[in-house]
């Protein structure tokens, strides 16, 4: 497999950085769990990419425009970086339930349109997520599920229902550290 295929997708809200129940809306808001950014550069460093799906249904609900969401990822970038890490992109959903959209997980559209741009091997790219819906738009596809018990993990835990064969990481530093380990060429 060549180095441009090794791909890791996440979830962004409880997984990168802090979730919230009011809504990520603001870049002042948006703050990174601890050693979240840090597991993205090293995920980096072993040669994957990272490429972030995540449902941001604030823009349908007009809790936010594009303006804001864009000025969020933004300074996730920036944040980032700073500790030599990369996102290669950010897909989203800025639909509500309502819309009955393809791309609002848990149905697979935004992992299938990272699938598409990015021409990678399902069954060789993790998505890590913490909530059930990150989980089974994965599943959908045949991507390896990884739930990390930051955000609203423990709670997704606890609901049980997961999707076979997923894996539990306390944080993002945890799973890369083990993903890392099983992986390593």
Partial sequence: MSSGKKLVILDRDGVINVDSDAFIKSPDEWVAIPGSLEAIARLN?????VVVASNQSGIGRGLFDMATLNAMHEKMHRAAAAVGGRIDAVFFCPHTAEDQCECRKPKPGLLQMILDRFEIDPATT???????????????LGFPTHLVLTGKGKKALAAGGLPAGTQVHDDLKAFALTFLASHAD
């Fill in 45 to 49: 460093q072993a040669g994957y990419r």
């Fill in 126 to 140: 993790p998505v890590v997520g913490d909530a059930l819906r990150d989980l089974q738009a994965g599943a959908a």
